[in-house]
């Protein structure tokens, strides 16, 4: 199995952040830092060479792929901002309704600059997509537990 690519690196996120070439976007950044610092608790932390994180989750697929990602984060592309905040909840899609100009994939939302964007909705979006992504991870943990139990003959629930 491949290795995961998107790994925390250790870089700075200021640098990172300084060289992004738009002025607007660069501004932008620092903005998506400061909110989800401020909704997450916790310090940003470079993922790989372009994504900026805030927490860490780990994940695994029935395909046995695993690994650990941010709960939330965010990259300044070229093209757009691209937060990593959907989860696919019900609440999301009436908050979508209100967010503003944006696109999205299964859990990417793409946005042009944050002027087109309602923030106070953006930033309960943010809160939203981390605190199920905790939720996620309790769940991780309570299946790796049943699973060890399964393992000395005890009851095990697939979730």
């Not at 995961?4 to 950044?29: I, Q, W, Y």
């Not at 757009?80 to 696919?88: A, C, F, I, R």
């Not at 953006?122 to 299946?143: N, P």
Request: glycine share 10%.
């Amino acid at each position: 199995m491949t290795e995961n690519k998107t790994v925390p690196t250790g870089a700075s996120v200021n640098e990172f952040l300084g060289g992004v070439a738009s002025d607007t976007r660069r501004r932008d950044a620092h903005l998506l830092v400061e909110m989800m610092a401020r909704v997450t608790g916790t310090e940003p932390q470079m993922w790989g060479p372009s994504i900026v994180g805030f927490g860490m989750q780990h994940y695994h697929y029935e395909s046995g792929r695993e690994g650990d990602m941010p709960r939330v984060g965010f990259s300044p592309r070229k093209a757009n901002l691209v937060l990593y905040v959907l989860t696919g909840a019900g609440s999301e899609a009436r908050l979508l309704t209100r967010l503003g100009k944006h696109r999205t994939s299964i859990s990417c939302l793409y946005i042009n600059k944050l002027a087109d964007v309602d923030l106070t909705v953006l930033e309960a979006m943010i809160a939203d997509a981390w605190t199920r992504a905790g939720v996620a991870a309790e769940c991780e943990k309570a299946m790796s537990r049943n699973g060890a139990a399964a393992s000395r003959g005890g009851n095990h629930t697939r979730l």
